[in-house]
């Protein structure tokens, strides 16, 4: 479907650059999103619209709250207000397993890899609908052995895509922090998800695994699926997201393409400081100076008195 | 130093009822903390409604002995979803705490004086096993070489191995299945079980459900055997020996506590037995400096104890475990 997704994609070149601007075709529309811990806002964000078939990328500073706002609509940690709607239908109160299974699936900061089942396993428990996970016929395997096997196969293929497919029988536990990564983003694929939801998924893996990566979430968008990730890391930003939002102290402060959002004054001033590239004055240097002097006095007198 | 008579009685120990119940309620927990991680501390209470459940049904209300192996498992399900309900959406610890302190106050309600008339206090009930001793098939003492049982103890024994068959079996078929696979990925991260699809809770309490019916049918046999039931039999000591033999079978694998039950009571009763017998007489092997017969029947549990420290330091993952799966660190 590759006319669809450039579609999904290039409908984007009109939308406004500004914070909770409409699109033409939203998956994900979440309004008035608000969480708080104790005295602590950690996520305040008023409109946001997840456009269908495009890579979006959240990005923000540490502490902007991007992993909460992620927790809060996959429905793993409750808001205090608001309400948002997944391809049309409201999630708001709806438990984590059912926005899984309603087909948004999101994978983890820290990987969760199940460490003590196979590579295999850890695939085969991703596929939904399976009438051997029901207690009552679980213990007749004839009831569910087709099944298995049509997802045996599945997860083959995506195992092999996923350059996995050499440690299907080991556990889980003995792969690498890469290849955990891939683990997780296959076996998410395994659930057959209209959107994913990446959190963090470049965070430590190697350069060269890297690159792979990027590939592969390249590829889910060529299948149709939408892809909102939350990163750090700038080049894999500029690199492959359609649309990015920049997210600081719990708001939305800037959304557009790559290049216009890291133009974007204020995306510059939430990560750098606001004050970061403004010229000293003479005045101010010698301000700065006589405080200077002041104290290392102060510090020599304390000093001198012991 | 009478070995013949160490080795019968021990095999006698290793296969008789109490290895049997044990076995159960290792098979129980196997489910929980083996297969799901759910840290149940209170098996004790599990057995101790289910045998109470058969009991009073039979003694109190007069009622007939099938009916109280029903009774006796529907108390255990509802025992179940009362323990699960509130903790199971917690953290494994909360589950511990409560499973723990369920148990006892299970216990004491059994035994309390109020609720006498129906469980009969500190004096628990008896005479509710006619039934089953109509069904025996045994008459005769049951003689099988070295190890010889009473005909009633034959056939408790025979029950009794008949229901720990059926429960492996149940097990493995349901480990084997999707199903099971579910629960090994809840022991291993819930969060990552929740977020491909998977009701999470729902699975917890089936596990926690389908565990307490194993503990509820070691509460039978234990009943069973002994013709009766007094609080004291479900004291906490039962749990943590039900752990002790899930341990040393080796957790998640479905003959663990199996092989756990009967190396328990063949080291249980070795140590007695041999401890026994170099305390006794007028010349005993062990002078009584060192011990005297009163004290070798608690030293047999200091030696158990060694043995068991022993098997974690150097198979930490028992009998049956892989060593593979241990190396992994878990989170």
């Not at chain 1, 004839?142 to 293929?157: F, G, V």
């Not at chain 2, 290792?26 to 057995?47: E, P, R």
């Not at chain 2, 401890?275 to 549990?301: C, E, H, K, Y």
Request: charged fraction near 20%.
């Amino acid at each position: 479907m590759p006319a669809d997704t450039t579609q999904g994609a290039s409908a984007l070149t009109d939308v406004a650059h500004e914070p909770g601007a409409p699109k033409p075709d939203p998956i994900l529309v979440t309004d008035n999103i608000v969480r708080t811990f104790g005295g602590l806002t950690a996520v305040d964000v008023d409109h946001i619209e997840i456009q269908r078939g495009a890579i979006t990328a959240l990005i923000g500073p540490n502490g902007a709250g991007k992993t909460t706002f992620f927790n809060l609509l996959t429905g793993f940690d409750q808001p205090d207000t608001g309400a948002w709607s997944f391809d049309g239908r409201d999630l708001q109160g709806v438990p984590a397993y059912k926005v899984a299974r309603s087909g948004m699936v999101r994978t983890f900061q820290l990987t969760k890899a199940l460490s003590r089942l196979t590579v295999m396993e850890n695939m085969r428990l991703g596929a939904t609908g399976q009438s051997g996970e029901s207690l009552l016929r679980a213990m007749f395997a004839p009831l569910w052995r087709a099944q298995e096997k049509a997802n045996t196969e599945r997860a083959e293929t995506l195992l092999r895509r996923f350059q996995l497919d050499a440690k299907t029988d080991e556990f889980a536990g003995s792969l690498s922090g890469g290849q955990r990564k891939l683990l997780e983003m296959a076996r998410a694929l395994m659930v057959e998800p209209e959107l994913v939801m990446l959190d963090e998924p470049m965070a430590g893996v190697n350069p060269a695994l890297k690159q792979a990566l990027l590939g592969h979430v390249k590829s889910l968008r060529e299948d149709g699926m939408t892809v909102l990730f939350v990163e750090h890391d700038m080049d894999m930003v500029r690199d492959i997201s359609d649309w990015v939002i920049v997210m600081a102290q719990g708001r939305v402060i800037s959304e557009g393409p790559p290049e216009a959002v890291m133009r974007d004054q204020r995306v510059v001033d939430a990560y750098l400081g606001a004050h970061h590239d403004d010229t000293l004055s003479v005045e101010d240097e010698e301000r700065i100076i006589a405080q200077a002097e002041a104290e290392i006095a102060a510090g020599e007198a304390q000093e001198g008195s012991r | 130093m009478n070995w013949d008579a160490i080795l019968a009685n021990s095999l006698q120990a290793a296969l008789g009822p109490e290895a049997i119940v044990y076995c159960l309620a290792a098979i129980g927990l196997n489910v929980h903390f083996g297969y799901t991680g759910l840290l149940n501390f209170g098996q004790a209470g599990f057995m101790a409604v289910g045998a109470y459940g058969l009991a009073a049904t039979v003694v109190t209300f007069g009622l007939s002995f099938w009916l109280g192996l029903a009774v006796g498992i529907a108390a255990t399900v509802v025992l179940a979803l009362l323990l699960g309900i509130p903790t199971l959406r917690l953290r494994a610890d909360y589950l511990a705490i409560v499973t723990i302190a369920a148990a006892e106050i299970v216990r004491q309600l059994l035994g309390s004086q109020s609720m006498r008339d129906v469980f009969g206090g500190k004096d628990g009930r008896q005479g509710f096993t006619d039934t089953f001793r109509a069904l025996s098939p045994l008459s005769g003492e049951v003689d099988l070489g070295i190890v010889r049982f009473s005909p009633f103890d034959a056939w408790v024994t025979l029950v009794g191995w008949s229901l720990v068959a059926l429960s492996c079996v149940v097990v493995w078929l349901l480990m084997r299945s999707p199903w099971g696979r579910v629960l090994k990925a809840i022991r291993e991260d819930e969060d990552a079980v929740r977020s491909l699809g998977k009701n999470v809770y729902g699975y917890k309490m089936q596990s926690l459900i389908l565990g307490g019916i194993f503990g509820c049918l070691a509460g039978f046999i234990l009943s069973v055997s002994r013709s009766s039931v007094v609080p004291d039999n479900f004291m906490t000591d039962l749990t943590f020996f039900a752990y002790t033999v899930l341990l040393l079978g080796g957790a998640a694998r479905v003959l663990g506590p199996v092989v756990g039950a009967i190396l328990f009571w063949l080291l249980i009763s070795v140590l007695g037995n041999f401890f026994g017998q170099a305390t006794a007489g007028p010349d005993p092997l062990i002078p009584p400096w060192i011990m005297d017969q009163n004290q070798s029947s608690l030293v047999r549990f200091i030696a158990l104890g060694l043995a068991l420290m022993l098997l974690m330091i150097f198979r930490p993952q028992g009998i049956f475990g892989d060593k593979r799966e241990l190396a992994i660190n878990a989170r």
